[in-house]
């Protein structure tokens, strides 16, 4: 059967893996994909920098546009990043008819429903397995492997730079600040972390199994995001005290009132087996009406990992690229037509349970008084240890609370905090048992 | 487009199942699909119990033969299980053109390259995700989401009965009959017990993740099999000092000498993901060079779980039922010309580490004699802990090893025995780190 011919647009540590793998298991690979797939054409501004990652005998360019109008490119590969070049890329292949293999979470949770209803157009597959969990074949899970499932929700650790620091921060004892340096010396964390511990990546990521799951558009502005950077290490041990991990988690939920689509610090039971998912490391619990909960976990991240997603959707575009349009998986699991606009649910209506810190000076009542207000708002506690001792003065509140809405929560935390033996704000994390 | 007709075979448990998703899911499904999927037919003996578990609308014959004989039928769904009437029957419907959804672990690892020749012949498919670890869709994340990587090793809890006994040993310091007995009365272990508990199952569902993994033909005959039914509560709580679990493990791994395949308890550090996998549920770690290490966990059984399978595999043949073969994922995910004989290796010439529990009597020098014996035979000790007293005339020695074959391990035992001081045969137990 014909060669398959590669097109790379960006070179650099990914695009290298995909390079060292394509050659390293092109014996391998062609064995099972029945057809041999080559990397043809690759572009970087720096040509001399991609001739070491890619090998002698793969053509270089420094214009990405020379790959996707080149005439015998089958499928692009597209390993820029970002949503600015990347996008213009990516549409110009399509319009080109060629088929494209992306990792750029950013660019669908942002164009998505462009990109895919463009593609669409013009018959072209649009694979991004790369773009969740780095090698975890989450998508094709989602999307195939449970498609005889109404999806409930998806819970995942979906940032390793995120999770890396959590797990240091648990058994160090150590602060945000002082795990962040040491990541970034380590290479786990970039120069500027924004993107990976607000929640930015994680939250783009969540957008894309949201759509997948549930047959709905892209809408990462919908999503609620909050990062770790302000949080206690007390905080992590508390959690630990009470019989829980604090995992930065994207979460997504099909309710009858709408889909939740959040990601935040979240308390999980220490015995589930995704909170015992460290460092690095990536997990996607999902929950299927039939199936049940089911856990993918692998690295998230990293050049060979990424690449192992990147090529295996080459090789199932590399099947499907002759084949009639009706014989392929819709992107979007969900077919083209049958995509429906849910109301995505704003973060006062979602219901979850809640860990509340609150700082208190020594005054006999005040724990009337808080236990008070909350039941006030229909609160109730599972829960309560105090830490500190009132006879210095100070103490700290440690409290579960049962499921109630986001917005009962608030309007409790904003009535404690009025309370005058009440001394800082009210930590709050969000908790989950994830079991049904 | 044209409604997908389905011919069910054997509607007991997970029969009811099937029927319920594609009843229960029907409108999901379809939005995937592209097309409706119905249950047109179904054959049980007793057509009256039939009638309870699929409903009104179906058709029921008391003869299977009169599915795979049905002009209508397009997929046939084979859930009778075994290896006798259930063989003839997906032969005859594979000689109609007629496409196979299979849960049958059983006729699959014993007959299935005859099987897939077959249905290669007459150009249709035989899904089984199934019939490996239910619910979870393993075959597709090994066969497709791994399909760049050079798949390394596979480690699984695949058997749900046995991971229930081992849990409830370790929990509840119970022994084996008694586990046993109680997991007969949940309805987790069969009354005659021995397919799950000698590890049969394990070593069927293990041979199709081989064959998969490594583009090798079936071959459970060269499968070692060992099961949990001889364990003792003391191997297990010794093991947990040392900081192990222990698991029936279904491993299988291809070395430059050959492929292993192999099913028997294992020790695995207690902070491996997989060590914590309890109860009931399955959970495979695969090892792939690109990827790295990557688990898939969920519900290995029951009527919903693996209808998730059934009904997903059906999805993927509606899909491509009219593609040209060329565009189907090959059945054990090479091209069927590029299945490779690779030699299976004999139990003697694998190499693990062991766990050895070694009863003694009181006698000066006996821990001198059992550490000679074992440098005699080049095997270094990685722990060694002993258990009750000397000086009450007896005591067990528990001791690790490091990495030796098979071979030198048995010869050392048998030395071992041989000694005087040695009062009972050692036991012995495999230990696999699973870490690269």
Chains 1, 2 share one sequence.
């Not at 720096?46 to 490119?73: K, M, S, T, W, Y």
Request: some cysteine.
């Amino acid at each position: 059967m014909k060669p398959i011919n590669i097109g790379l647009m960006g070179v650099g540590t990914v695009g290298g893996g995909v390079a060292t793998v394509l050659k390293r298991n092109a014996e391998e690979i062609s064995r099972r994909a029945g057809r041999d797939i080559r990397l043809t054409i690759a572009a970087r501004r720096n040509v001399e920098q991609a001739r070491e990652l890619v090998g002698e005998e793969v053509a270089i360019v420094a214009d990405a546009f020379a790959v996707v109008d080149h005439p015998d490119v089958d499928i692009v590969v597209e390993l820029i990043g970002g949503d600015t070049v990347a996008k213009e890329l990516v549409l110009r292949a399509i319009a080109n008819g060629k088929h494209v293999v992306t990792a750029n979470k950013k660019l669908l949770a942002l164009h998505g429903n462009e990109i895919f209803a463009r593609a669409q157009e013009k018959g072209v597959m649009v694979a991004f397995e790369a773009a969740v969990a780095g090698g975890i074949p989450i998508i094709k899970a989602l999307r195939e492997g449970l498609s005889a499932n109404r999806i409930e929700w998806i819970a995942g650790i979906i940032n390793g730079t995120s999770n890396f620091i959590l797990t240091e921060m648990r058994e160090k004892g150590a602060s945000f600040a002082d795990v962040l340096a040491e990541a970034q010396r380590l290479g786990y964390a970039e120069a500027d972390p924004t993107f990976d511990v607000e929640g930015h990546d994680a939250g783009h990521k969540l957008t894309i199994m949201a759509a997948i799951a549930f047959g709905i558009p892209m809408n990462f502005g919908a999503c609620y995001l909050e990062g770790i950077s302000r949080l206690d290490g007390r905080d992590i041990r508390y959690a630990e005290e009470l019989g829980y991990r604090v995992k930065l988690l994207g979460l997504t939920r099909c309710t009858e009132d709408g889909v939740e689509l959040r990601v935040h610090p979240t308390l999980i039971p220490e015995g589930r087996l995704i909170a015992n998912v460290n460092g690095v490391m990536n997990a996607v619990l999902a929950k299927g009406d039939a199936i049940g909960p089911t856990l993918y976990y692998g690295a998230g991240a990293g050049a060979l990992p990424t690449a192992s997603a990147v090529v295996a959707d080459i090789v199932d575009v590399a099947r499907l690229m002759t084949a009639d349009p009706e014989h392929r998986v819709p992107h979007l699991a969900f077919q083209p037509d049958q995509l429906k606009d849910l109301p995505l649910l704003p973060m006062d209506e979602v219901v979850s349970s809640y860990y509340l810190r609150i700082s208190v000076t020594d005054r006999a009542g005040v724990l009337a008084e808080i236990t008070r207000l909350l039941a006030e708002n229909d609160i109730s506690i599972e829960a309560l240890i105090q830490k500190g001792s009132l006879s210095e003065g100070t103490a700290e509140v440690v409290l579960l609370t049962h499921r109630v809405k986001e917005r009962q929560a608030n309007a409790a935390i904003a009535a404690i905090e009025a309370l005058a033996s009440v001394t800082c704000p009210v930590v709050r994390l969000r908790m989950e048992e994830l079991n049904g």
